[in-house]
């Protein structure tokens, strides 16, 4: 059985924050949960997983699409303790053509809250090198990762898509605008010091605010990153206190409950003398209550709400967009022309041999005369034998690579097999994984 590409998942336009939260996984958890994956999901033969704020999705190759979706929902749901009830209306299932445009849609920003973003290309490579720790990565997936790396590359290098406010944190920036009019003197209270949580600050600082406070559960990264910024470390066991003279607080924490409930911040008002305190939950499952927002002057915006958020080279993306669009179709033709001479690889080989067979066959069962004539002549006809056989393979080949479509291809080619009496061929065995460099992309 032909073996394609499946995407099940769910994302920020299908499943609200506090669906996707349900199923969010860590980094640290990728591995284990694949592992896992193998010994579940039999109609799988390769898989990846990425989860992020906006989409937590599988991406896999699979004989049966109908067998390794169940199989994958199933595991969803077990993994997350869950039952499938809970994402049943949010889920999607993506097969063949459409799953390999989606994966590389997802690694251009083209799929992105906020088209153009630069976020997500590492957080799918992270996905990919995840899945070949875990070995879960084949010849399949192996090819189609590195072709969303090439068409990012290429929409990066040919398109403005990535010019101007393109990232999630850029804008919260923006959201934060809208209540503060300058943050000369404001204190910013920073929850987490990975890469959002560094470009939010480093955003922050260009934007000239009086404080920054720093914290996180690794306290020497807190230093590192508060050192770089001119800004104040906060052990996180202590940060509690600094929440009083915190005008914006921003949560990008890795969390399983929330940090921060109603209760906490109902105290800090008080001692803040109820000045406006800013809350920007980057965090997928969130960091922050959402009774927060009920309280008066708190205004608490998640990852969900920054998808109004809008600003000046937002049209001008969208522009550029097409022409990404126009780069994806054409790795993603690239791709499926490779996919469908793999998938036809083993029956090319097995009508080759068969056809020779039948010539081997046919002048061996008139060896007797064909021995007595002169070694010239037997020359001729063996020239023209394999004349005969090299011209209707050439028309059997010809027919089967001018195919679009894998399906039909492999069906035409299981044809040309069974007539000729070739055995099915066994599964395609999975190559060694590896992640290249941008300028090490495939063409």
């Known amino acids: 059985m032909a073996q394609s590409l499946l995407i099940v998942g769910i994302n920020h336009r299908t499943a609200a924050v506090e669906v996707r939260e349900r199923l969010a996984f860590r980094d640290d958890e990728l591995v284990a949960a694949l592992s896992r994956l193998k010994l579940v999901a039999p109609s799988v033969s390769e898989a990846a997983l990425i989860s992020t704020c906006n989409r937590v ?7 049966d699409a109908e067998a390794a979706a169940r199989e994958l929902i199933g595991f969803l749901a077990a993994e997350r303790n869950v039952t499938p009830d809970l994402f049943a209306d949010a889920v999607y299932r993506l097969e063949g053509r459409e799953a390999a445009r989606h994966l590389f849609r997802v690694g251009t920003s083209l799929d992105s809250m906020v088209i153009g973003e630069p976020q997500i290309l590492g957080q799918l490579k992270d996905a990919y090198v995840r899945a070949a720790e875990a070995a879960t990565v084949g010849i ?6 590195h072709r969303a790396f090439s068409a990012a ?5 040919r398109t403005l ?22 943050f000369e003197k404001k204190t910013v209270l920073l929850m987490g010091a990975g890469e959002m949580a560094e470009t939010t600050a480093r955003q922050l600082v260009r934007l000239g605010v009086e404080s920054l406070l720093i914290t996180n559960r690794t306290f020497e990264r807190a230093v590192t990153l508060a050192r770089a910024l001119s800004g104040t470390a906060v052990p996180f066991d202590n940060y509690r206190p600094y929440l009083k003279i915190a005008d914006v607080v921003i949560g990008s924490l890795t969390t399983n409950r929330p940090l921060l409930t109603r209760e906490d911040i109902e105290g800090v008002l008080h001692e803040r003398k109820y000045r406006p305190m800013f809350l920007i939950d ?6 922050f209550h959402e009774g927060l927002n009920e309280l008066d002057n708190v205004y608490l915006y998640n990852v969900d709400d920054l998808a109004a958020v809008t600003d000046d080279t937002r049209e001008e993306r969208e522009r550029e967009a097409q022409k990404a669009e126009t780069i994806v179709e054409g790795e993603l033709e690239s791709f499926w022309r490779w996919l469908s001479g793999l998938e036809l690889v083993p029956a090319i080989k097995d009508i080759r041999a068969n056809i020779e067979r039948l010539r081997e066959a046919e002048l061996q069962r008139h060896r007797a005369w064909l021995a007595a004539l002169p070694r010239e002549q037997r020359t001729h006809i063996e020239a023209l034998s394999r004349g005969i056989i090299n011209k209707i393979l050439h028309q059997i080949l010809s027919e089967l690579r001018r195919n679009n479509g894998v399906v039909e291809g492999i069906y035409a080619a299981d044809v040309a097999r069974r007539l000729l009496g070739s055995e099915m061929p066994g599964e395609i065995k999975p190559a060694p994984a590896r992640i290249a460099d941008d300028d090490d992309a495939e063409d």
């Open 282 to 287: 980057l965090g997928v499952p969130r960091n």
């Open 153 to 157: 590359k290429k929409v990066r290098e």
């Open 161 to 182: 898509i990535g010019h101007g406010t393109v990232s999630v944190s850029s804008a919260a920036i923006n959201l934060a605008k809208q209540i503060f009019d300058s």
């Open 140 to 145: 399949v997936l192996h090819r189609a990762f």
């Open 57 to 63: 999705e599988i991406i896999a190759v699979a004989g």
